[in-house]
């Protein structure tokens, strides 16, 4: 199992890239010093094998049509795009009453303090 650490604002952040099926479907975040696990399903497998030609998708007049690489290559957020859940969370808006006196409420005190800043 191979494990990459970023930091991010400060903080260590680890996460499994590669490994058996349960490190896949379970990912190790260390958040300002404490590990938490957070379970992820599982990946769907791409519909190519590696090493696939991927015919017709180049666009440039003189480029080569793309090799498909191992799931393991790609980056994670590719396949949220798969998750109709994760897409749909991203595309709706609150809608809520509540939602729109906050947002309006917000925008009048920004308008109020830059007044107050301008003389």
């Known amino acids: 199992m191979m494990e990459d650490v970023n930091v991010c604002n400060g903080r ?5 890239s590669e490994g058996d099926a ?3 479907s379970m990912v190790r975040k260390k958040v300002m010093g404490k590990e938490r696990k957070t379970i992820t399903p599982p990946r769907k497998p791409s ?4 090493g696939v030609e991927l015919k017709g998708i180049n666009f440039l007049k003189d480029g080569k ?3 498909a690489l191992e799931d393991s290559e790609y980056p994670m957020w ?10 749909k969370q991203k595309t709706t808006k609150p809608v809520n009453r509540q ?3 906050k947002k309006n409420r917000d925008a009048i005190k920004l308008s109020n ?4 800043k301008k003389t």
Do not use: N, Y
């Not at 260590?12 to 499994?16: D, E, Q």
């Not at 949220?80 to 859940?85: F, I």
């Open 12 to 16: 260590h952040v680890s996460f499994v």
């Open 22 to 24: 349960k490190a896949k």
């Open 47 to 50: 519909s190519v094998a590696a």
């Open 65 to 67: 049509d793309p090799v």
């Open 78 to 87: 590719l396949w949220d795009l798969l998750d109709e859940k994760k897409q």
């Open 99 to 101: 939602f729109h006196r």
């Open 113 to 116: 303090f830059m007044k107050d």
